[in-house]
């Protein structure tokens, strides 16, 4: 403590002591924190990272346990097998991250500029979902995209549909994923919209702006965190999950976390199963990283 | 330096006819008529809520009116959308657009309208309010009078036919406020367009504006130069609002050439007929603080009879180095402000001092008597029990 002189180094020493524990107080905050990080995640990330580099004892046996070998050729070995179900993911997360911008965004917009007094009941139903679980919901969609749903009937009836049904094809999965992330998308959305301040809008309106133009050229782009913020936090998940794919899809329709999920817990075959969980977080970390940089959300207020 | 004018264009009358918008609760603006001529710094003011703001928002077209019509020139804009109208904001808070760098929001207008080349225009609405060297910073980076100034290049670079400033002052210290009030006369004798300038700052509007319209509860109590309706208050409100006053209620005791003599609390006082803003025998009598002359009684001598005078006691006074401030209480318990110009040592009058109070009939003004003397004085010092319009202290001890 050199920017101290102590009249007696009694007093000296006290106020470094008060200095040090201030000093170290957000530590000791971040402490539970990181704990868990370290525990629950960078451990098992080498783990998992050693687990795809090893190779089973005896050749062709995944039950006669596993060897490590750093063996790379798991990966491509990998990729080679499963790179549709890796093109199909992100076909499928991206055009689910589309839909589910396509519906949050009008509604977020309503909750935040038009919603008045029904504004908190609202923000209540876009969280509602949350009541019940991922997979019930999941299940729910069976019911209601079934052959003989009213849905279906419906929409078959006005010849919209190329295979005359909706389960089991592409189209249930995607739209089941944009269902499942919709609140993820929504909420961020309207926390960007219910900040901007609605001055610049009149302001945009009074320079000659039309409420498109001044939709596009002011409040999009004062959403744009939001934007980012919801995409990502659909993306992200969507492109790893599993659970639609598996319920609302066909055979065809598998997506990469079935395939993660049936290496690990069917095939056993844990370094490929770890390989590709490897290569996806890489490959979305890759893409989010672009994202965010091609955004340029740090621009913005 | 020589610049070439940066805003050419047709400039036009502003006409309110029967203007007026309600709320739930509220009337806000009460059937307005107002022409505001084509080339005028007009200042719409009045204290907060009086429907100035209202009435600003509904030229620029963000607020719809109740009833009523907006011309301008011969077009009637009342049913245009804001983005229609030839008519620009200085929005209060300046509302910048913080995505958008200082020369995007200057162009954002051009831009809506389809001009191709902006870079000369921005560029020289730029210069004209000093800016040019931060055309590519982001509003965010810019100190409160800079920001200001962008606010007034990004509305004026239009060339509507009338700018609205709603308060564009109101966010900036009082040195930099003196200032911008001198900066933008300057921009408005410059391009000569019409300025519609919301304010509830009397000093602001007096130093600016070529018009004053004192607004109160929805409706122009007074209009008029700065300087004929401070010399001329025909109301309490614009009395206490614009400037201070003391006034004292009185009766007409008589009528003679030019002159209403009224009587008031047993002392007679002349005023020029024309500075009556009644023809009722119930009159206010008004003097501005700063014409009235005080002297120490022992020094007065025999009053001057051409002169209203009263007599009283000084209770407070503040030497604020221009002037001295003084209370003084008269024989009926009122006390009166008075602002003496330090001219001379000499002149000075003691706290206690019985003093003698005289001003030229010519600086007396007289109002409706059934008038609220406390109009327009700030609802804070009524409470506190300061005595700055002058007027209410003869509600509560002489009435």
């Known amino acids: 403590m050199p920017a101290i002189v102590p009249t007696t180094t009694t007093t000296g020493s006290v106020e470094a002591t ?18 868990w990080l370290a525990f629950f995640f960078v451990v098992p990330l080498f783990a998992s990272l050693a687990t795809s580099l090893q190779v089973p004892i005896e050749a062709g046996n995944p039950d006669g346990g ?21 093109v199909r993911s992100y076909v499928f997360a991206g055009l689910a991250t589309i839909l ?14 038009k919603a008045g007094k029904y504004r908190n009941i609202m923000l209540v139903l876009v969280v509602a979902p949350f009541f019940c679980s991922f997979l019930i919901r999941t299940y729910a969609w069976k019911t209601i995209l079934a052959d003989q749903s009213p849905v279906t009937q ?84 969507a492109v790893g999950d599993f659970i639609n794919a598996q319920l609302l899809g066909s055979i065809k329709d598998k997506m990469i976390g079935n395939v993660i999920d049936s ?27 672009v994202y965010i940089r091609r955004a340029g959300t740090e621009d913005l207020v | 330096m020589a610049r070439t004018p940066v805003v050419t264009g ?22 307005l008529d107002l022409t505001i001529p084509a080339g005028s710094f007009f200042a719409l003011l009045g204290p907060s809520g009086c429907g100035k703001t209202t009435t600003l928002r509904m030229v620029a077209g963000l607020e719809d009116p109740t009833a009523g019509a907006i011309l301008i020139g011969a077009q009637d804009v009342t049913q245009l959308r804001p ?29 809506r309208r389809g001009v191709k080349d902006v870079k000369k225009p921005v560029e020289d609405m730029l210069e004209l309010v000093e800016l040019t060297a931060m055309a590519r910073r982001k509003p965010g980076q810019l100190s409160g009078g800079q920001q200001q100034r962008v606010a007034v290049a990004r509305a004026l670079i239009n060339q509507p036919d009338v700018l609205l400033l709603d308060e564009p002052l109101g966010a900036l210290d009082l040195k930099l406020r003196r200032q911008m009030q001198i900066e933008l006369k300057r921009i408005q004798t410059e391009v000569g367009i019409t300025f519609v300038h919301v304010t509830h700052d009397q000093e602001e509007a007096m130093t600016m504006a070529d018009t004053i319209a004192v607004m109160n509860e929805g409706r122009i109590e007074q209009m008029g130069s700065p300087a004929h309706i401070y010399e001329n208050p025909r109301t309490a409100f614009v009395a206490n609002f614009l400037g201070q006053s003391n006034l004292f209620p009185g009766s007409v005791v008589g009528r003679e050439s030019g002159f209403v ?55 407070d006074a503040s030497f604020t180095g221009l002037s001295t401030q003084y209370l003084v209480r008269t024989a009926w318990g009122q006390e009166l402000q008075v602002f003496s110009q330090n001219l001379s040592a000499d002149d000075v009058v003691r706290l206690g001092e019985d003093v003698a109070l005289s001003f030229d009939p010519s600086h007396t003004f007289g109002l409706d008597g059934s008038e609220d003397l406390t109009a327009g004085v700030d609802k804070e010092l009524l409470e506190l029990g300061h005595v700055v319009g002058g007027g209410d202290s003869s509600v509560a001890v002489g009435g």
């Open chain 1, 100 to 113: 589910a911008l396509a519906i949050a965004y009008p509604l977020a917009y309503f909750i935040a500029f």
């Open chain 1, 263 to 289: 290496q690990f817990r069917i095939v056993r075959d844990y370094p490929t199963a770890s390989a590709l969980s490897f290569m996806l977080m890489v490959s979305v970390l890759a893409i989010v990283f």
């Open chain 2, 83 to 111: 983005y229609q109208r030839p008519v620009n904001t200085v929005f209060q808070s300046y509302a910048l657009f913080p995505h958008l760098d200082i020369f995007e929001n200057v162009a954002f207008g051009l831009r």
């Open chain 1, 154 to 237: 419906f929409l078959n009836f006005l010849h919209l549909l190329p295979d005359d049904r909706i389960l089991n094809t592409p189209l249930a999965v995607i739209t089941g994923i944009a269902y499942n992330f919709l609140p993820f998308m929504t909420l961020p959305l309207y926390a960007a919209l219910e900040r901007i301040d609605f001055r610049l809008i009149e302001a945009g309106n009074d320079l000659y702006g039309s409420p498109w133009t001044t939709f596009r050229k002011v409040t999009f782009p004062l959403s744009l965190p939001g934007v980012v913020a919801g995409t990502l936090l659909t993306f992200i998940p």
């Open chain 2, 261 to 315: 003599v009224v009587s008031a609390f047993g002392t007679t006082f002349r005023i020029p007929t024309s500075r009556v803003a009644t023809t009722g025998d119930s009159v206010v009598v008004g003097v501005r603080p700063e014409k009235v002359t005080i002297r120490a009684a022992s020094r007065a001598g025999e009053p001057d009879p051409g002169r209203n005078s009263l007599t009283g006691v000084v209770t």
């Open chain 2, 10 to 31: 047709k400039v036009e009358d502003l006409h309110l006819i029967g203007l007026t918008k309600q709320f739930a609760t509220m009337t806000a603006v009460d059937s």
């Open chain 1, 66 to 86: 596993f060897t490590q070998a750093f063996e790379i050729s798991n990966y491509t070995q990998a990729i080679a097998q499963y790179w549709p179900q890796f």
């Open chain 1, 18 to 35: 008060v200095r040090r524990s201030k000093r170290s107080t957000p530590y000791v905050l971040l402490l539970p924190g990181l704990g």
